[in-house]
């Protein structure tokens, strides 16, 4: 209950900008970067998150500050919008490794990426970052988000529903169904677009949508519970294809999130799985 009431609530309060630092880029940048040093699997989740919610608040505030600029018509003071892109750019892998460092903090690992690792990896990509430097990055991370930096991912979604189908009685193969709820779930950030472009079609049964309906579909594609549900299914439906209906009969149960709407999702993880249009 606690993480579906988060869920609403981070759903209600989306940025416009939402999702756009998800790029698959950026998310194998970090995803290779967590397994180079040996983080566990909810921290490369945990550093994505971190990142774009940080890089949002970053982009709104340079917006709004850029804007006061222009109003005031004050020359001189401020920074032009071309050079605070050349800021965001020119810091950009900065942030990143520090939303990592975080990621790995709050993971509670034994492996906590500490500044001299950090640095060692800035240097061999040709940065010379100094350690106040790296120091002064993750505080700026810290404040930007206000210190609220320990937020759910949809690994803790997708393990809370394992636990709950477990509670409930359906007899799953516990270890085999979460490895490949993990590898799907990498899937599913690494092609992100384009899953959520072939689910909007299936929603809007249109293959050209225009931009309300894109806008609209903002809040699917930040559902947590409905990634993790799809997440499920989807695994389900490849281990055990016999128990994919009671399953998804109760994940509906559990989150309200309908039948239709879970098959869907499995539809449009399987389609890009397979590269095939054939249902």
Same mark, same amino acid.
């Given at each position: 209950?606690?993480?579906?009431?988060?869920?609403?609530?981070?759903?209600?309060?989306?940025?416009?900008?939402?999702?756009?630092?998800?790029?698959?880029?950026?998310?194998?940048?970090?995803?290779?970067?967590?397994?180079?040093?040996?983080?566990?699997?909810?921290?490369?989740?945990?550093?994505?998150?971190?990142?774009?919610?940080?890089?949002?608040?970053?982009?709104?505030?340079?917006?709004?500050?850029?804007?006061?600029?222009?109003?005031?018509?004050?020359?001189?003071?401020?920074?032009?919008?071309?050079?605070?892109?050349?800021?965001?750019?020119?810091?950009?892998?900065?942030?990143?490794?520090?939303?990592?460092?975080?990621?790995?903090?709050?993971?509670?690992?034994?492996?906590?990426?500490?500044?001299?690792?950090? +640095? =060692?990896? @800035?240097?061999?990509?040709?940065?010379?970052? #100094?350690?106040?430097?790296?120091? $002064?990055?993750? &505080?700026? *991370? +810290? =404040?930007? @988000?206000?210190?609220?930096?320990?937020?759910? #991912?949809?690994?803790?979604?997708? $393990?809370?529903? &394992?636990? *709950? +189908?477990?509670?409930?009685?359906?007899?799953?193969?516990?270890?085999?169904?979460?490895?490949?709820?993990?590898?799907? &779930?990498?899937?599913?950030?690494?092609?992100?677009?384009?899953?959520?472009?072939?689910?909007?079609?299936?929603?809007?049964?249109?293959?050209?949508?225009?931009?309300?309906?894109?806008?609209?579909?903002?809040?699917?594609?930040?559902?947590?519970?409905?990634?993790?549900?799809?997440?499920?299914?989807?695994?389900?439906?490849?281990?055990?294809?016999?128990?994919?209906?009671?399953?998804?009969?109760?994940?509906?149960?559990?989150?309200?999130?309908?039948?239709?709407?879970?098959?869907?999702?499995?539809?449009?993880?399987?389609?890009?799985?397979?590269?095939?249009?054939?249902?």
């Amino acid at each position: 209950i606690r993480l579906a009431t988060e869920n609403e609530q981070h759903l209600s309060e989306l940025s416009d900008w939402a999702g756009c630092f998800k790029e698959t880029q950026i998310v194998e940048f970090i995803f290779l970067l967590s397994e180079k040093w040996h983080l566990d699997q909810s921290a490369r989740y945990q550093a994505v998150e971190l990142l774009e919610r940080f890089m949002i608040k970053q982009v709104e505030q340079i917006c709004k500050s850029s804007r006061e600029n222009v109003n005031s018509r004050e020359q001189g003071e401020g920074s032009s919008w071309s050079s605070l892109k050349d800021q965001i750019y020119g810091t950009f892998v900065l942030r990143l490794v520090s939303c990592v460092q975080l990621a790995s903090k709050l993971s509670l690992h034994y492996n906590i990426v500490n500044s001299d690792r950090a +640095l =060692k990896f @800035l240097q061999s990509l040709k940065y010379s970052y #100094t350690k106040q430097e790296l120091l $002064e990055s993750e &505080l700026a *991370v +810290l =404040k930007t @988000l206000h210190f609220q930096i320990n937020m759910p #991912t949809p690994l803790a979604y997708t $393990e809370l529903l &394992l636990e *709950v +189908l477990g509670h409930n009685g359906c007899l799953l193969p516990a270890k085999p169904l979460h490895q490949m709820c993990v590898q799907l &779930l990498d899937f599913s950030y690494l092609t992100r677009d384009a899953i959520y472009q072939t689910l909007l079609k299936i929603a809007i049964e249109n293959s050209t949508p225009n931009q309300l309906q894109v806008a609209k579909f903002l809040t699917v594609k930040e559902d947590f519970m409905l990634l993790a549900v799809g997440i499920i299914s989807t695994s389900v439906f490849v281990l055990n294809p016999e128990q994919w209906k009671q399953v998804v009969e109760h994940l509906n149960c559990i989150t309200g999130i309908t039948a239709q709407s879970i098959s869907e999702f499995s539809y449009a993880v399987l389609k890009h799985i397979i590269g095939s249009t054939t249902p």
